[in-house]
């Protein structure tokens, strides 16, 4: 149906929800714990509180267009979405490819999902567009 959201995309809403609560409730709550296991380099925990807070705002955001029937409502989240992962990953693989930064293994696993995530955002942006 014109202008509806369509399944995948609402579960897409919902995997994101579920993915940026988790690790904003862990960088909100357990930075340093979370840092220090992963081997994160020099962790701010107020720059690591104010990441989790963020993921935290996208995963409202994320829950909220879940809950929306049409793509009008949700498309600005979407582009916010292909944003935000976008000038994310671009970020992380610099600083992979920078060697003033000694990043450990786990920020490949922060790549590979905004990665992913920017992919089928991007995807189902110009599939809810065609619409």
């Known amino acids: 149906m014109a202008g509806q959201i369509s399944k995948q995309l609402k579960i897409l809403f919902l995997v994101h929800f579920f993915v940026c609560i988790i690790l904003g409730l ?3 709550i357990f930075v340093e714990s979370f840092t220090d296991l992963i081997q994160w380099p020099n962790v701010d925990p107020v720059a690591g509180r104010l990441l989790g807070a963020s ?3 996208f995963s409202t955001s ?3 267009a879940w809950r929306e029937t049409e793509w009008l409502k949700v498309k600005l989240i979407v582009q ?3 944003v935000w992962c976008a000038v994310g990953s ?3 693989l610099i600083c992979v490819f920078t060697p003033i930064f000694l990043l450990p293994f786990f920020t490949w696993v922060f790549i590979v999902l905004l990665l ?4 089928v955002f991007v995807w189902f942006y110009f ?5």
């Open 26 to 28: 862990v960088f909100l």
């Open 55 to 57: 993921l935290l705002a």
């Open 62 to 64: 994320s829950l909220l």
């Open 80 to 82: 916010m979405e292909i």
């Open 90 to 92: 671009i970020v992380l």
């Open 116 to 119: 992913f995530f920017l992919i």
């Open 127 to 131: 599939q809810q567009e065609k619409d």
